[in-house]
T-cell receptor, first 113, second 114 residues
Framework: QKEVEQNSGPLSVPEGAIASLNCTYS??????FFWYRQYSGKSPELIMS????GDKEDGRFTAQLNKASQYVSLLIRDSQPSDSATYLC?????????????FGTGTKLQVIP | ETGVTQTPRHLVMGMTNKKSLKCEQH?????MYWYKQSAKKPLELMFV???????ENNSVPSRFSPECPNSSHLFLHLHTLQPEDSALYLC?????????????FGPGTRLTVL
């Protein structure tokens, strides 16, 4: 069973702090990794994708990938109350020309004003 | 707005009803997906269509029947559902030709089976 594991949380951080979300995956064939943000009652929104070992930064978000450890993380700097949501980690592999993606159950983040 | 639309947004149906969910993408993608999201569970892939051809059926019960008439439209036909089928049904699309091949989701249909 190919799995993506996340701590369900909730992870509570004060406004302005750094939120650190972590994820591990079991499928060594995964080539691409994604972080989605999902507000309550809404659909997942892609916020970061990463394909190579190391860090990738986009605004307040930094994704980190370590394929040897099968570990993916998302850092959110200067956390805002509007960042409060569930963050889904996902790993993808190409299968017959499309992207087969396995999702974790998500980590709920609460940013306290 | 991600360019993927779904209708209806909410649906309540009895176990003997027949209904259909519709998804349309305006992104020029060639792959479309149906996912089921239940509480406390990861997103479950149901079906994949790549260039209108079904390439994945993830052991989904036959009471769910997908249809993909073209690369922009995807349907999920529902009949004789069970209460445990109540969930958020999400459509997504991606462009297999891109190295990134990121999936973009529609707003979902919240389904309640009575």
């Amino acid at each position: 069973q190919k799995e993506v594991e996340q701590n369900s949380g909730p992870l509570s951080v004060p406004e302005g702090a750094i939120a650190s979300l972590n994820c591990t995956y079991s499928d060594r064939g995964s080539q691409s990794f994604f972080w989605y943000r999902q507000y309550s009652g809404k659909s997942p929104e892609l916020i970061m994708s990463i394909y190579s070992n190391g860090d990738k930064e986009d605004g307040r978000f930094t994704a980190q990938l370590n394929k040897a450890s099968q570990y993916v993380s998302l850092l959110i700097r200067d956390s805002q109350p509007s960042d409060s949501a569930t963050y889904l980690c996902a790993g993808g592999s190409r299968a017959g020309g499309y992207q087969k993606v396995t999702f974790g159950t998500g980590t709920k983040l609460q940013v306290i004003p | 707005e991600t360019g993927v639309t779904q209708t209806p947004r909410h649906l309540v149906m009895g176990m003997t009803n027949k209904k259909s969910l519709k998804c349309e993408q305006h992104l020029g993608h060639n792959a479309m997906y149906w996912y089921k999201q239940s509480a406390k569970k990861p997103l479950e892939l149901m079906f994949v269509y790549n260039f209108k051809e079904q390439t994945e059926n993830n052991s989904v019960p036959s009471r769910f029947s997908p249809e993909c008439p073209n690369s922009s439209h995807l349907f999920l036909h529902l009949h004789t559902l069970q209460p445990e089928d109540s969930a958020l049904y999400l459509c997504a699309s991606s462009h297999p030709g891109l190295a990134t091949n990121e999936q973009f989701f529609g707003p979902g249909t919240r389904l309640t089976v009575l």
